[in-house]
């Protein structure tokens, strides 16, 4: 934070989010997305405020501490669901060219597509660096678990990139054993999901090199992903880098 000039609006952390969660249906649901899995991607909005209450000043100061005397507490905030796309698998119908996939599905697909790069767009225009940080969390984390970790994450790495997370279904509370079997499940699940969100960021004006963080079991979510998109890529005649923009993979406690 040293040389840092211009204050925020706000101390709180506005995250992009990506997830092929569940969402809530209960009224006092607790968050806004369960352990559930979704064969439709959604993405949107989330604000994490750091501390309560605090001003930038304090706030900058308290996080240069070490030790820090009084604990910067997270708050999950609002989550805005932007945009939704159709579930897998998407639905086909036969033409008399053969079987291809529904137009009225395709419809629904390039709108929520163009919604979600615009939002990208959006918030590199606003950023200082024209690069997005993306975060796939671990085993048993919930949707909060994983904005937390990239709140604190970006405001450490001084709020300079477009922040967000992928948020897959994890977290369910079936035991040690089975729920891990069962998250891991959910890894693989939201491989297909995973892939389609970092193609359409990558594509997204403005955006000049993506970094991807990954935790734990979020780790094999995100190589496996990239494997099959390197493969896309070398089939094309190029790599990962230069054909998704990737710049810097970062795996934390790889579970793999």
Same mark, same amino acid.
């Given at each position: 934070?040293?040389? !840092?000039?211009?204050?925020?609006?706000?101390?709180?952390?506005?995250?992009?989010?990506?997830?092929?969660?569940?969402?809530? !249906?209960?009224?006092?649901?607790?968050?806004?997305?369960?352990?559930?899995?979704?064969?439709?991607?959604?993405?949107?909005?989330?604000?994490?405020?750091?501390? #309560?209450? +605090?001003? @930038?000043?304090?706030?900058?100061?308290?996080?240069?501490?070490?030790?820090?005397? #009084?604990?910067?507490?997270?708050?999950?905030?609002?989550?805005?669901?932007?945009?939704?796309?159709?579930?897998?698998?998407?639905?086909?119908?036969?033409?008399?060219?053969?079987?291809?996939?529904?137009?009225?599905?395709?419809? /629904?697909?390039?709108?929520?597509?163009?919604?979600? #790069?615009?939002? /990208? !767009?959006?918030?590199?225009?606003?950023?200082?660096?024209?690069? /997005?940080?993306?975060?796939?969390?671990?085993? %048993?984390?919930?949707? #909060?678990?994983?904005?937390?970790?990239?709140?604190?994450?970006?405001?450490?790495?001084?709020?300079?990139?477009?922040?967000?997370?992928?948020? @897959?279904?994890?977290?369910?509370?079936?035991?040690?054993?089975?729920?891990?079997? +069962?998250?891991?499940?959910?890894?693989?699940?939201?491989?297909?999901?995973?892939?389609?969100?970092?193609?359409?960021?990558?594509?997204? %004006?403005?955006?000049?090199?993506?970094?991807?963080?990954?935790?734990?079991?979020?780790? &094999?979510?995100?190589?496996?992903?990239?494997?099959?998109?390197?493969?896309?890529?070398?089939?094309?005649?190029? !790599?990962?880098?230069?054909?998704?923009? /990737?710049?810097?993979?970062?795996?934390?406690?790889? &579970?793999?």
């Amino acid at each position: 934070f040293a040389g !840092t000039s211009a204050e925020p609006a706000a101390t709180t952390i506005d995250l992009l989010y990506v997830t092929d969660r569940a969402a809530a !249906t209960a009224a006092d649901a607790a968050l806004p997305y369960t352990s559930d899995r979704s064969r439709s991607m959604a993405f949107g909005s989330v604000s994490v405020e750091i501390g #309560q209450s +605090v001003a @930038w000043p304090t706030l900058v100061e308290m996080s240069m501490e070490s030790p820090r005397e #009084q604990p910067l507490e997270l708050r999950l905030g609002a989550a805005t669901e932007l945009g939704r796309f159709p579930p897998i698998p998407y639905a086909v119908e036969v033409t008399p060219g053969g079987i291809t996939r529904s137009a009225a599905v395709m419809d /629904v697909h390039e709108r929520a597509a163009a919604d979600l #790069q615009a939002e /990208v !767009t959006r918030r590199i225009a606003a950023a200082p660096r024209k690069e /997005v940080v993306l975060f796939v969390h671990g085993y %048993a984390n919930t949707f #909060q678990d994983a904005a937390f970790s990239m709140a604190d994450l970006c405001h450490f790495l001084g709020r300079e990139f477009v922040c967000g997370i992928f948020s @897959w279904p994890a977290g369910g509370s079936r035991g040690l054993m089975a729920g891990y079997n +069962v998250d891991r499940e959910s890894g693989e699940f939201a491989v297909h999901h995973l892939k389609q969100a970092l193609r359409l960021i990558a594509q997204s %004006a403005g955006v000049e090199r993506i970094h991807l963080l990954a935790h734990s079991r979020g780790t &094999d979510v995100l190589t496996t992903a990239l494997r099959e998109m390197s493969l896309e890529a070398y089939i094309s005649g190029g !790599t990962i880098a230069d054909r998704f923009r /990737v710049k810097n993979v970062v795996l934390l406690a790889p &579970d793999i």
